[in-house]
């Protein structure tokens, strides 16, 4: 399983028509922005080393956080001493978030059992989380992030939504693996294998 994997798609960079000798231009970027958005909406793979900001480099320091969420504030510091898995996803209730976050939740017992818990990221607000873990029973913390500063700590983010990023974190807080523009179905169980490989090397 490869620590970092990436897939391709076209840049997302807008740019207004300012006059008619620019429109062919600007239709070009305006379409390839339309299509970066229902990536980031579908789960369709992207290039990620160009959109959402600079990666943290693995094993490293992950980037800190602090946001308030479902079923309440959580921060990096308080899963001192376990794994951590922390995935950033565009929207609640939408096809390819639903289907990662039902993964999720799935194979959250797993998790457990492996001493990782799981923790999504989105620009939604908490009270959306809250009507999203209703609908979906999911029973893992769910965070807002609605100005993208986590996100973008963690190169994870197109205004206005996150990219959909995985990171594994270690229990001493260290950067061990990432996923980048991640494909929604079965994903849960990529980063399972790659948990149980850590754990082997620890």
Same mark, same amino acid.
């Not at 959580?74 to 951590?84: E, N, P, V, Y």
């Not at 620009?123 to 809250?130: E, F, K, L």
């Not at 029973?139 to 996100?151: E, F, H, I, R, T």
């Given at each position: 399983?490869?620590?970092?994997? $990436?897939?391709?798609?076209?840049?997302?960079?807008?740019?207004?028509?300012?006059?008619?000798?620019?429109?062919?231009?600007?239709?070009?970027?305006?379409?390839?922005?339309?299509?970066?958005?229902?990536?980031?909406?579908?789960?369709?793979?992207?290039?990620?080393?160009?959109?959402?900001?600079?990666?943290?480099?693995?094993?490293? $320091?992950?980037?800190?956080?602090?946001?308030?969420?479902?079923?309440?504030?959580?921060?990096?510091?308080?899963?001192?001493?376990?794994?951590?898995?922390?995935?950033?996803?565009?929207?609640?209730?939408?096809?390819?978030?639903?289907?990662?976050?039902?993964?999720?939740?799935?194979?959250?017992?797993?998790?457990?059992?492996?001493?990782?818990?799981?923790?999504?990221?989105?620009?939604?607000?908490?009270?959306?989380?809250?009507?999203?873990?209703?609908?979906?029973?999911?029973?893992?913390?769910?965070?807002?992030?609605?100005?993208?500063?986590?996100?973008?700590?963690?190169?994870?983010?197109?205004?206005?939504?996150?990219?959909?990023?995985?990171?594994?974190?270690?229990?001493?807080?260290?950067?061990?693996?990432?996923?980048?523009?991640?494909?929604?179905?079965?994903?849960?169980?990529?980063?399972?294998?790659?948990?149980?490989?850590?754990?082997?090397?620890?």
């Amino acid at each position: 399983m490869p620590r970092n994997w $990436a897939s391709t798609s076209p840049s997302s960079e807008l740019e207004p028509v300012l006059d008619p000798q620019r429109s062919v231009i600007s239709r070009r970027q305006l379409l390839e922005g339309i299509t970066a958005g229902l990536a980031v909406c579908c789960g369709w793979p992207r290039q990620a080393g160009a959109l959402g900001g600079t990666l943290p480099p693995l094993d490293q $320091a992950a980037p800190d956080f602090a946001l308030d969420g479902v079923p309440g504030p959580r921060s990096l510091a308080d899963f001192r001493g376990q794994w951590l898995v922390l995935y950033f996803y565009p929207r609640d209730f939408t096809e390819g978030c639903t289907i990662e976050a039902r993964g999720f939740q799935r194979d959250l017992e797993q998790f457990h059992r492996l001493g990782s818990e799981v923790v999504g990221i989105s620009a939604d607000s908490a009270d959306s989380h809250a009507e999203f873990c209703g609908s979906e029973a999911l029973v893992y913390p769910l965070l807002s992030d609605p100005g993208g500063a986590v996100s973008r700590r963690y190169g994870s983010w197109i205004a206005p939504f996150s990219q959909r990023h995985t990171f594994l974190i270690d229990p001493d807080g260290t950067l061990r693996a990432q996923w980048l523009g991640v494909r929604p179905l079965g994903h849960s169980q990529e980063v399972l294998a790659t948990l149980k490989e850590w754990q082997l090397k620890s």
